[in-house]
C-alpha cells in the first residue's frame, strides 16, 4: 500500500508531460486548415456508430500496411514458405545442382546452324558464296525491288557519312532525333498516304513495341492464328485477352499479310468489318511493303484502301527499302503516342542516320521508277507458274506475294495449317536436302524457318523463294528450273 | 575532303586562321550570330562561320606548331595537355564503393512532393473540365463514334499533363555529328508544347548528352574511311536475317573480333541493341528456370525475361546483402508450390547502370557466385568500351577473368559509335543462340556499314599487330605504361588484334592500328569522368555513381527545377545540351541531370560545364551536399590533384 504514492509521484512528470504533448499535439493539429471538419465528422460517426470507427479504424491500419509492403515481395509472407535454419539453408545450397546455361544443339539443329550460307563481297542478286567462292543465283535475300547495290543509294550513304557519321549515339529523346529521321518519317507518310509515321531501328522489335504501346491488359486482341513471330510476342508482352478471329465484342484486331506462308489478308472486307464493328485495325505489312502493289505501297495500294483507314500500318524499312529498322504509319497521335510508350522506340538508340538517308532514297526510287515493281511482279509470276507445274509439291500463298513458299505435297490435303504432325522433322530434311541440292546447282533458297516449339501454331514445313526485280525474267526462269530438277532428283531418291 | 590528307590541310589552314584570330574575349555573343549556318557550309569541313567565341567550332588557345590534330576540334576536342589523363582501373587494396546515396534536406523533398501533387491536381481538373468544355482536345481519350478510347486518359496522364509542360528539354531534332558538340534545330512554341515551331535556324551546343564515350562519332577519321569503303565493296543492307540468307563474312570477322576483345570464345551480334536482350534471353531461360534481376536493370532486360515466361526475382539495386539473402531464400524454398529445385537461376546484372552512374561489385558477385552456383549474365551496354585501362569493360576493370561470366553482353552504340549488340560466352551457348534466339531466324542482319565501324574502332582500340612477326610496335607514346605492359603478352586476353583478324581492304592510319590513339582515348574519358564527378561534388552538388564511371547524375529533385536548368544551360553563352531524367525513368523524388562524358571532350569542355553548373547551382539552389566544398577557380586549377586523390 505504501508503494503506490511513491510509483504515482515518480510517474507524475512523466504523466504532466505526455499531457503537455498531447494538448500540444491537438492544439497543432486545429491548426492545419480543415482538422475541425475532421474531427465533427469523426465525433458524429463515433456518436452515430462507435462500431463503425473501429471498423474505420481497422481499415486506415491495413491500407498502413499494404503500402508499407514491398511490391517485389517474395512467397515469405505466403502459405507455401518453410522456415529453414541457416544451416539448412547452407545444406541445400550445398546439394543443389543446377542444369547447365543451354542444352547443347542436337544433331539437326547443328546440321541447321552448318548449312547457313555465307556470302562474301556485296549481297545482290548474284552474289558469291564464301564457302566455296563461286557465284550463285539469289533468290533467298530480300531485295524485292532490287534495291541492294544501288549506286545511288550508296551515294546518298557516303555522303551522309561525311556528314553525320556512322551511329546516332543516343535515343530518339535524348538527343538522337536527328533530322534525317524527321525527313525518312515524313516520307514514309507521304508515300503511303497517311497523316505520320514513327520509326523503329529493327524491323522485328517494331510490331513487338507497337501492340503492347496500345494494348493493355484488359482489351482485346483479335489476331489471326498465324501471324508471324514478332506479332505473337507483341500480344504477349501486352497481357492483352487474345481471340482468334471472332467477331464479337471487339476493341482492337490484328492482322498481317503472312511472312509464314506468303498468304495475304481480305483487306476490303476487314475495312467493312471494321466500320460495321468499330475496332482497331493494326495491319503488319513487313513483307508486303515496298513489293505488293503497283508502286510497291503495300496492300493497301493493292487492294485500293486507303492507309488512313488502318489505325496503325506496320512495315519494315530493311525488307522493303533494303536498308535497315521498321516503321508505324497512321495519325500523329498514334505515332506521337508511341514516342513515349513505345518500348523500343524509346529505349533504343536512333537507326544509323546513313540507314535513314538510303531509305529515303530508296522511296524515291520506288516512286519514281514504278517499272521496278512490274519487273517484280513478272518474276513473281514466273517462279509461280514453274512452280505450281512442279511435281511433289504444293505453292502456298497469294499469287502477288514476293515470297513464295512451297511444302511437300502429302496424300491427306491438309495445306495451310496442319495438325502439328510428327513426322514434321523428316519433312524438314526432305525440304534441307532441297535447298542443298539447289546451291550444289548454282541456287541459293531457304527454308522458311521457324522456331518450332515457340511458335504458337507449328506450320507446315516449307521452303521459301523471295522473289527479285533485279533478275532478268530468263535468269529467273533458268534459276526456277534448277530448283525445279532439284526437287525432283531429291523426291525421286527418297522414292 | 574525302582523304585523310586534304583534311589534315585543312585542319592546318584553320589553326592558322585561328591563330590570326584576335581571341579576344567575347563581348557581345549574341546567340543568333552562332546559329547562322547556312546549309552550304555545312558540307566543308570546318564551318568557317560558327563562332569562335564559344570555343566549341575552333580551340580557345590556338595549337603550337608541333602539336598535329587529326580530328575536328568540334567533333573530338583538341586537348595535347598529357597529365588530363588517367587510368580507369580498380585498386585491389581498396573495397569496391557501394552504391552511395546522400539525402537531400527535407525541405527540397516536400517541395518536390508538393510540385507533383499540384501538377496532378491541376492535371485532373484540367482534364475534367476539357472533357466537359472542349471536347475536340480529347476525343482520342473518350468514346467516340462508337470507337472505343485509343489510349486510357489514366495511363497518358503523366505525359499529357507533366511531360508536356518540358517538352522541349526532350525530343530535340539536331544535325551532323553527335560529337563533342552538336548542331540543335532551335524552336519554339506558342502553344504550351503541343507543337513546335521550327524557324529554319540551328546552334551549335556543346554535347555532354550523346553516348559517345570514346569519341568515335565522326564523320572524319579512320573509321570514317573504312566505313565508306564497305559501302562502295559491300553496299547499305544485308536483306535478310542471318539464318536465311542475311548473313555475310563481315559478320563472322566481326564477331571474332569482339569475341576476342571481350575475352570470350565466340560472339554473335544482333543489329539492334535492345533486341539483343529482348529476343535472346529467352534462349537461355525458359520454366522451371528463375531470372534474379537488379532493380534498376534497362527495359530491354525486362522485356527479354517477361517474353521467356520465366520466374523472375529482383534484388536491391547493386545491394550485395540483399542478394546473398535472396539467393538463398530461392534455392532453400525451390520452385513455388511445388518446391523443386530450379533448374537453373540466372542473375542478370548491368555492368555500369545507365541512371545512377554505378557499377556492379563484380567481385563480390563472382564470390556468390562461386557458392551459389548461379549463372550470370552482365549486361555491358555502357562499361564496354568506357571501363578498364584497356577499356574492356567491367572484366577489365576490376581485372577479373572474363571468362568467369557465363554471358557477356554488350552495345556497340555507345563506345564503338556504330548500333547493335553482341552477346559473348563459351562457343556451344552462343551456337545454341544463334539457332534458338528469335533475332536469328527473324530480324534483320546487321548492315554491313555498322559492321565496318565496329570493325574498325574495335580493332583501334586493340591495336593491330603488323603482319610480319616482328616485335608489335606498340610502344612509347609517353605515358602508356601500363597499356603497353599488358599488351605485351600477345595473344593472352586483352592483347592486339592480329593483321588477319580485319579485312585487309580496311587500312587504319597508323596512330589508329598500333592503339596509340584509342588509348589516349580511354585515358582521357577516365580524367574527364573522374574530373566531373569530383569537380562537381567539391561545388556542392548531390551527384550519384562511380567516379570513373563517364555517367554523372547531378541530382535536382523538383521538377520544375529540372526543366529550368536544361533550358538555362541550352541558352547560355556557350550552349550546352544536358539530358533530364525524372519518374518514370527514376524515382518520384530523384529527378536528374544525366551527363554523359566524352573522351572527345577537352579538360576546356568540363571547366565550361562546372563553370554552367555553379552558377545555375547558386540560382537554383541545388547545392545540397555535405561533402568539403571548393571554389570554382580552385577546382580547374587543381583538377589533376583533384582527380588522382578521389
Same mark, same amino acid.
Given at each position: 500500500?505504501?508503494?503506490?504514492?511513491?510509483?504515482?509521484?515518480?510517474?507524475?512528470?512523466?504523466?504532466?508531460?505526455?499531457?503537455?504533448?498531447?494538448?500540444?499535439?491537438?492544439?497543432?493539429?486545429?491548426?492545419?486548415?480543415?482538422?475541425?471538419?475532421?474531427?465533427?465528422?469523426?465525433?458524429?460517426?463515433?456518436?452515430?456508430?462507435?462500431?463503425?470507427?473501429?471498423?474505420?479504424?481497422?481499415?486506415?491500419?491495413?491500407?498502413?500496411?499494404?503500402?508499407?509492403?514491398?511490391?517485389?515481395?517474395?512467397?515469405?509472407?505466403?502459405?507455401?514458405?518453410?522456415?529453414?535454419?541457416?544451416?539448412?539453408?547452407?545444406?541445400?545450397?550445398?546439394?543443389?545442382?543446377?542444369?547447365?546455361?543451354?542444352?547443347?544443339?542436337?544433331?539437326?539443329?547443328?546440321?541447321?546452324?552448318?548449312?547457313?550460307?555465307?556470302?562474301?563481297?556485296?549481297?545482290?542478286?548474284?552474289?558469291?558464296?564464301?564457302?566455296?567462292?563461286?557465284?550463285?543465283?539469289?533468290?533467298?535475300?530480300?531485295?524485292?525491288? %532490287?534495291?541492294?547495290?544501288?549506286?545511288?543509294?550508296?551515294?546518298?550513304?557516303?555522303?551522309?557519312?561525311?556528314?553525320?557519321?556512322?551511329?546516332?549515339?543516343?535515343?530518339?529523346?535524348?538527343?538522337?532525333?536527328?533530322?534525317?529521321?524527321?525527313?525518312?518519317?515524313?516520307?514514309?507518310?507521304?508515300?503511303?498516304?497517311?497523316?505520320?509515321?514513327?520509326?523503329?531501328?529493327?524491323?522485328?522489335?517494331?510490331?513487338?513495341?507497337?501492340?503492347?504501346?496500345?494494348?493493355?491488359? %484488359?482489351?482485346?486482341?483479335?489476331?489471326?492464328?498465324?501471324?508471324?513471330?514478332?506479332?505473337?510476342?507483341?500480344?504477349?508482352?501486352?497481357?492483352?485477352?487474345?481471340?482468334?478471329?471472332?467477331?464479337?465484342?471487339?476493341?482492337?484486331?490484328?492482322?498481317?499479310?503472312?511472312?509464314?506462308?506468303?498468304?495475304?489478308?481480305?483487306?476490303?472486307?476487314?475495312?467493312?468489318?471494321?466500320?460495321?464493328?468499330?475496332?482497331?485495325?493494326?495491319?503488319?505489312?513487313?513483307?508486303?511493303?515496298?513489293?505488293?502493289?503497283?508502286?510497291?505501297?503495300?496492300?493497301?495500294?493493292?487492294?485500293?484502301?486507303?492507309?488512313?483507314?488502318?489505325?496503325?500500318?506496320?512495315?519494315?524499312?530493311?525488307?522493303?527499302?533494303?536498308?535497315?529498322?521498321?516503321?508505324?504509319?497512321?495519325?500523329?497521335?498514334?505515332?506521337?503516342?508511341?514516342?513515349?510508350?513505345?518500348?523500343?522506340?524509346?529505349?533504343?538508340?536512333?537507326?544509323?542516320?546513313?540507314?535513314?538517308?538510303?531509305?529515303?532514297?530508296?522511296?524515291?526510287?520506288?516512286?519514281?521508277?514504278?517499272?521496278?515493281?512490274?519487273?517484280?511482279?513478272?518474276?513473281?509470276?514466273?517462279?509461280?507458274?514453274?512452280?505450281?507445274?512442279?511435281?511433289?509439291?504444293?505453292?502456298?500463298?497469294?499469287?502477288?506475294?514476293?515470297?513464295?513458299?512451297?511444302?511437300?505435297?502429302?496424300?491427306?490435303?491438309?495445306?495451310?495449317?496442319?495438325?502439328?504432325?510428327?513426322?514434321?522433322?523428316?519433312?524438314?530434311?526432305?525440304?534441307?536436302?532441297?535447298?542443298?541440292?539447289?546451291?550444289?546447282?548454282?541456287?541459293?533458297?531457304?527454308?522458311?524457318?521457324?522456331?518450332?516449339?515457340?511458335?504458337?501454331?507449328?506450320?507446315?514445313?516449307?521452303?521459301?523463294?523471295?522473289?527479285?526485280?533485279?533478275?532478268?525474267?530468263?535468269?529467273?526462269?533458268?534459276?526456277?528450273?534448277?530448283?525445279?530438277?532439284?526437287?525432283?532428283?531429291?523426291?525421286?531418291?527418297?522414292? | 575532303?574525302?582523304?585523310?590528307?586534304?583534311?589534315?590541310?585543312?585542319?592546318?589552314?584553320?589553326?592558322?586562321?585561328?591563330?590570326?584570330?584576335?581571341?579576344?574575349?567575347?563581348?557581345?555573343?549574341?546567340?543568333?550570330?552562332?546559329?547562322?549556318?547556312?546549309?552550304?557550309?555545312?558540307?566543308?569541313?570546318?564551318?568557317?562561320?560558327?563562332?569562335?567565341?564559344?570555343?566549341?567550332?575552333?580551340?580557345?588557345? *590556338?595549337?603550337?606548331?608541333?602539336?598535329?590534330?587529326?580530328?575536328?576540334?568540334?567533333?573530338?576536342?583538341?586537348?595535347?595537355?598529357?597529365?588530363?589523363?588517367?587510368?580507369?582501373?580498380?585498386?585491389?587494396?581498396?573495397?569496391?564503393?557501394?552504391?552511395?546515396?546522400?539525402?537531400?534536406?527535407?525541405?527540397?523533398?516536400?517541395?518536390?512532393?508538393?510540385?507533383?501533387?499540384?501538377?496532378?491536381?491541376?492535371?485532373?481538373?484540367?482534364?475534367?473540365?476539357?472533357?466537359?468544355?472542349?471536347?475536340?482536345?480529347?476525343?482520342?481519350?473518350?468514346?467516340?463514334?462508337?470507337?472505343? *478510347?485509343?489510349?486510357?486518359?489514366?495511363?497518358?496522364?503523366?505525359?499529357?499533363?507533366?511531360?508536356?509542360?518540358?517538352?522541349?528539354?526532350?525530343?530535340?531534332?539536331?544535325?551532323?555529328?553527335?560529337?563533342?558538340?552538336?548542331?540543335?534545330?532551335?524552336?519554339?512554341? +506558342?502553344?504550351?508544347?503541343?507543337?513546335?515551331?521550327? *524557324?529554319?535556324?540551328?546552334?551549335?551546343?556543346?554535347?555532354?548528352?550523346?553516348?559517345?564515350?570514346?569519341?568515335?562519332?565522326?564523320?572524319?577519321?579512320?573509321?570514317?574511311?573504312?566505313?565508306?569503303?564497305?559501302?562502295?565493296?559491300?553496299?547499305?543492307?544485308?536483306?535478310?536475317?542471318?539464318?536465311?540468307?542475311?548473313?555475310?563474312?563481315?559478320?563472322?570477322?566481326?564477331?571474332?573480333?569482339?569475341?576476342?576483345?571481350?575475352?570470350?570464345?565466340?560472339?554473335?551480334?544482333?543489329?539492334?541493341?535492345?533486341?539483343?536482350?529482348?529476343?535472346?534471353?529467352?534462349?537461355?531461360?525458359?520454366?522451371?528456370?528463375?531470372?534474379?534481376?537488379?532493380?534498376?536493370?534497362?527495359?530491354?532486360?525486362?522485356?527479354?525475361?517477361?517474353?521467356?515466361?520465366?520466374?523472375?526475382?529482383?534484388?536491391?539495386?547493386?545491394?550485395?546483402?540483399?542478394?546473398?539473402?535472396?539467393?538463398?531464400?530461392?534455392?532453400?524454398?525451390?520452385?513455388?508450390?511445388?518446391?523443386?529445385?530450379?533448374?537453373?537461376?540466372?542473375?542478370?546484372?548491368?555492368?555500369?547502370?545507365?541512371?545512377?552512374?554505378?557499377?556492379?561489385?563484380?567481385?563480390?558477385?563472382? +564470390?556468390?557466385?562461386?557458392?551459389?552456383?548461379?549463372?550470370?549474365?552482365?549486361?555491358?551496354?555502357?562499361?564496354?568500351?568506357?571501363?578498364?585501362?584497356?577499356?574492356?569493360?567491367?572484366?577489365?576493370?576490376?581485372?577479373?577473368?572474363?571468362?568467369?561470366?557465363?554471358?557477356?553482353?554488350?552495345?556497340?552504340?555507345?563506345?564503338?559509335?556504330?548500333?547493335?549488340?553482341?552477346?559473348?560466352?563459351? /562457343?556451344?551457348?552462343?551456337?545454341?543462340?544463334?539457332?534458338?534466339?528469335?533475332?536469328?531466324?527473324?530480324?534483320?542482319?546487321?548492315?554491313?556499314?555498322?559492321?565496318?565501324?565496329?570493325?574498325?574502332?574495335?580493332?583501334?582500340?586493340?591495336?593491330?599487330?603488323?603482319?610480319?612477326?616482328?616485335?608489335?610496335?606498340?610502344?612509347?607514346?609517353?605515358?602508356?605504361?601500363?597499356?603497353?605492359?599488358?599488351?605485351?603478352?600477345?595473344?593472352?586476353?586483352?592483347?592486339?588484334?592480329?593483321?588477319?583478324?580485319?579485312?585487309?581492304?580496311?587500312?587504319?592510319? *597508323?596512330?589508329?592500328?598500333?592503339?596509340?590513339?584509342?588509348?589516349?582515348?580511354?585515358?582521357?574519358?577516365?580524367?574527364?569522368?573522374?574530373?566531373?564527378?569530383?569537380?562537381?561534388? /567539391?561545388?556542392?552538388?548531390?551527384?550519384?555513381?562511380?567516379?570513373?564511371?563517364?555517367?554523372?547524375?547531378?541530382?535536382?529533385?523538383?521538377?520544375?527545377?529540372?526543366?529550368?536548368?536544361?533550358?538555362?544551360?541550352?541558352?547560355?553563352?556557350?550552349?550546352?545540351?544536358?539530358?533530364?531524367?525524372?519518374?518514370?525513368?527514376?524515382?518520384?523524388?530523384?529527378?536528374?541531370?544525366?551527363?554523359?562524358?566524352?573522351?572527345?571532350?577537352?579538360?576546356?569542355?568540363?571547366?565550361?560545364?562546372?563553370?554552367?553548373?555553379?552558377?545555375?547551382?547558386?540560382?537554383?539552389?541545388?547545392?545540397?551536399?555535405?561533402?568539403?566544398?571548393?571554389?570554382?577557380?580552385?577546382?580547374?586549377?587543381?583538377?589533376?590533384?583533384?582527380?588522382?586523390?578521389?
Amino acid at each position: 500500500m505504501s508503494d503506490t504514492p511513491t510509483l504515482s509521484s515518480t510517474l507524475e512528470p512523466l504523466l504532466t508531460f505526455l499531457a503537455y504533448s498531447l494538448s500540444r499535439l491537438e492544439s497543432t493539429f486545429y491548426k492545419i486548415p480543415g482538422s475541425a471538419v475532421v474531427t465533427r465528422y469523426v465525433k458524429s460517426s463515433h456518436q452515430n456508430d462507435p462500431g463503425r470507427t473501429i471498423l474505420e479504424l481497422i481499415l486506415v491500419i491495413f491500407a498502413i500496411r499494404t503500402l508499407l509492403q514491398s511490391r517485389t515481395r517474395g512467397d515469405k509472407q505466403g502459405k507455401h514458405f518453410i522456415q529453414f535454419s541457416e544451416k539448412e539453408i547452407d545444406e541445400l545450397v550445398d546439394e543443389w545442382t543446377p542444369e547447365s546455361l543451354v542444352q547443347p544443339l542436337n544433331d539437326w539443329e547443328q546440321r541447321d546452324l552448318n548449312s547457313v550460307p555465307v556470302v562474301t563481297g556485296p549481297i545482290g542478286p548474284k552474289p558469291k558464296l564464301l564457302s566455296n567462292g563461286k557465284p550463285v543465283i539469289n533468290l533467298a535475300s530480300f531485295n524485292f525491288a %532490287g534495291l541492294a547495290g544501288n549506286e545511288q543509294i550508296k551515294e546518298k550513304a557516303i555522303e551522309t557519312l561525311r556528314k553525320y557519321g556512322l551511329g546516332s549515339c543516343g535515343p530518339p529523346g535524348f538527343y538522337g532525333t536527328v533530322d534525317v529521321h524527321l525527313d525518312l518519317e515524313r516520307n514514309i507518310a507521304e508515300f503511303l498516304g497517311t497523316e505520320a509515321s514513327i520509326l523503329y531501328s529493327q524491323g522485328f522489335s517494331t510490331i513487338s513495341s507497337v501492340i503492347p504501346a496500345f494494348c493493355k491488359r %484488359g482489351d482485346v486482341i483479335v489476331a489471326d492464328r498465324s501471324v508471324n513471330f514478332a506479332i505473337q510476342k507483341g500480344i504477349q508482352i501486352s497481357r492483352s485477352t487474345i481471340r482468334w478471329y471472332d467477331h464479337n465484342d471487339l476493341k482492337s484486331l490484328e492482322d498481317a499479310s503472312f511472312e509464314r506462308d506468303g498468304e495475304m489478308v481480305d483487306l476490303p472486307k476487314l475495312i467493312e468489318l471494321k466500320l460495321k464493328y468499330k475496332y482497331r485495325l493494326i495491319l503488319d505489312e513487313s513483307v508486303s511493303f515496298g513489293a505488293v502493289g503497283r508502286t510497291g505501297r503495300g496492300l493497301t495500294e493493292l487492294y485500293n484502301v486507303p492507309a488512313i483507314q488502318i489505325d496503325m500500318l506496320v512495315g519494315s524499312v530493311a525488307n522493303g527499302l533494303c536498308s535497315s529498322g521498321g516503321f508505324c504509319a497512321g495519325s500523329s497521335i498514334v505515332t506521337e503516342h508511341q514516342r513515349i510508350n513505345g518500348t523500343s522506340f524509346v529505349f533504343s538508340a536512333s537507326m544509323p542516320p546513313l540507314l535513314a538517308t538510303s531509305a529515303s532514297e530508296a522511296i524515291s526510287h520506288l516512286r519514281n521508277t514504278p517499272s521496278i515493281l512490274a519487273a517484280l511482279h513478272e518474276n513473281i509470276d514466273t517462279i509461280r507458274s514453274v512452280l505450281d507445274r512442279t511435281e511433289g509439291i504444293t505453292v502456298l500463298g497469294h499469287r502477288a506475294s514476293p515470297i513464295i513458299h512451297f511444302c511437300l505435297r502429302n496424300t491427306q490435303q491438309h495445306l495451310t495449317v496442319a495438325p502439328p504432325a510428327p513426322d514434321h522433322e523428316a519433312e524438314e530434311q526432305i525440304l534441307q536436302d532441297i535447298v542443298d541440292d539447289g546451291l550444289a546447282n548454282g541456287v541459293l533458297i531457304t527454308r522458311g524457318k521457324h522456331l518450332r516449339g515457340q511458335e504458337m501454331t507449328d506450320s507446315r514445313p516449307t521452303i521459301r523463294i523471295a522473289a527479285t526485280a533485279a533478275l532478268s525474267k530468263k535468269d529467273v526462269e533458268k534459276t526456277v528450273g534448277i530448283v525445279k530438277a532439284s526437287i525432283a532428283r531429291v523426291l525421286a531418291k527418297r522414292r | 575532303m574525302a582523304t585523310a590528307t586534304s583534311y589534315l590541310s585543312a585542319v592546318h589552314q584553320a589553326d592558322s586562321r585561328a591563330r590570326r584570330h584576335d581571341i579576344s574575349p567575347a563581348s557581345t555573343p549574341a546567340l543568333s550570330t552562332s546559329s547562322s549556318i547556312t546549309s552550304s557550309s555545312e558540307d566543308t569541313v570546318l564551318h568557317e562561320s560558327d563562332d569562335n567565341n564559344t570555343g566549341l567550332t575552333y580551340p580557345r588557345t *590556338p595549337p603550337t606548331s608541333e602539336q598535329v590534330f587529326t580530328t575536328v576540334h568540334s567533333e573530338f576536342g583538341h586537348c595535347a595537355d598529357e597529365s588530363y589523363r588517367c587510368v580507369s582501373q580498380h585498386n585491389p587494396d581498396k573495397p569496391v564503393t557501394e552504391h552511395e546515396i546522400e539525402e537531400p534536406p527535407y525541405y527540397i523533398l516536400i517541395t518536390t512532393y508538393i510540385s507533383y501533387l499540384m501538377l496532378i491536381v491541376f492535371g485532373h481538373l484540367r482534364d475534367f473540365f476539357g472533357k466537359c468544355f472542349a471536347k475536340q482536345y480529347f476525343t482520342h481519350l473518350m468514346p467516340y463514334d462508337g470507337y472505343a *478510347p485509343l489510349n486510357s486518359d489514366f495511363d497518358s496522364f503523366y505525359t499529357r499533363r507533366l511531360k508536356r509542360r518540358m517538352d522541349d528539354c526532350f525530343s530535340h531534332p539536331v544535325t551532323g555529328v553527335a560529337g563533342r558538340t552538336i548542331l540543335v534545330y532551335d524552336r519554339h512554341s +506558342e502553344d504550351c508544347n503541343y507543337t513546335q515551331i521550327y *524557324p529554319g535556324t540551328k546552334t551549335r551546343a556543346l554535347n555532354i548528352s550523346s553516348y559517345n564515350y570514346l569519341g568515335f562519332a565522326q564523320a572524319r577519321g579512320g573509321c570514317a574511311d573504312a566505313v565508306e569503303e564497305s559501302i562502295k565493296r559491300y553496299g547499305v543492307s544485308a536483306c535478310g536475317s542471318r539464318l536465311e540468307g542475311g548473313s555475310n563474312e563481315l559478320h563472322l570477322t566481326a564477331e571474332a573480333l569482339v569475341a576476342r576483345f571481350v575475352g570470350m570464345e565466340d560472339s554473335l551480334i544482333s543489329s539492334m541493341g535492345f533486341a539483343t536482350n529482348s529476343t535472346f534471353i529467352p534462349a537461355l531461360v525458359g520454366k522451371g528456370s528463375l531470372v534474379i534481376s537488379d532493380e534498376f536493370n534497362h527495359a530491354s532486360i525486362r522485356v527479354g525475361v517477361r517474353t521467356s515466361g520465366t520466374q523472375v526475382r529482383m534484388f536491391k539495386h547493386n545491394d550485395m546483402q540483399s542478394l546473398e539473402s535472396l539467393l538463398r531464400e530461392v534455392i532453400s524454398q525451390g520452385q513455388p508450390k511445388t518446391h523443386r529445385p530450379w533448374k537453373k537461376i540466372l542473375l542478370i546484372v548491368e555492368g555500369l547502370y545507365s541512371m545512377e552512374g554505378s557499377l556492379v561489385n563484380l567481385p563480390h558477385i563472382i +564470390e556468390l557466385k562461386k557458392k551459389y552456383k548461379f549463372h550470370l549474365f552482365v549486361d555491358e551496354a555502357h562499361s564496354i568500351g568506357a571501363l578498364g585501362p584497356l577499356g574492356r569493360g567491367v572484366c577489365d576493370y576490376f581485372d577479373i577473368p572474363p571468362q568467369s561470366v557465363d554471358v557477356l553482353m554488350g552495345t556497340f552504340t555507345k563506345s564503338f559509335g556504330a548500333a547493335g549488340g553482341y552477346i559473348a560466352g563459351p /562457343k556451344h551457348l552462343i551456337d545454341a543462340l544463334r539457332v534458338r534466339g528469335h533475332s536469328g531466324i527473324y530480324a534483320e542482319a546487321m548492315p554491313p556499314p555498322v559492321l565496318t565501324q565496329i570493325i574498325s574502332s574495335m580493332a583501334s582500340i586493340m591495336g593491330v599487330t603488323p603482319p610480319v612477326s616482328s616485335k608489335p610496335a606498340l610502344t612509347l607514346s609517353p605515358s602508356s605504361s601500363i597499356s603497353t605492359l599488358r599488351c605485351a603478352e600477345d595473344d593472352v586476353h586483352p592483347g592486339m588484334a592480329p593483321a588477319s583478324a580485319i579485312p585487309s581492304w580496311i587500312s587504319l592510319p *597508323p596512330a589508329l592500328s598500333d592503339g596509340s590513339e584509342a588509348r589516349m582515348r580511354i585515358r582521357r574519358l577516365a580524367f574527364n569522368s573522374r574530373y566531373l564527378h569530383a569537380g562537381l561534388k /567539391k561545388l556542392g552538388f548531390i551527384t550519384y555513381g562511380h567516379p570513373f564511371s563517364p555517367i554523372v547524375p547531378l541530382l535536382i529533385y523538383n521538377p520544375g527545377k529540372m526543366a529550368t536548368f536544361a533550358r538555362m544551360m541550352r541558352t547560355r553563352q556557350t550552349p550546352i545540351v544536358v539530358v533530364v531524367v525524372a519518374y518514370p525513368a527514376t524515382p518520384l523524388v530523384t529527378s536528374r541531370v544525366r551527363f554523359c562524358v566524352s573522351a572527345a571532350h577537352t579538360k576546356d569542355d568540363i571547366d565550361t560545364i562546372l563553370q554552367a553548373c555553379d552558377e545555375l547551382g547558386d540560382i537554383l539552389d541545388l547545392k545540397h551536399g555535405h561533402s568539403e566544398r571548393w571554389p570554382l577557380e580552385q577546382i580547374m586549377k587543381q583538377s589533376v590533384e583533384l582527380v588522382n586523390n578521389i
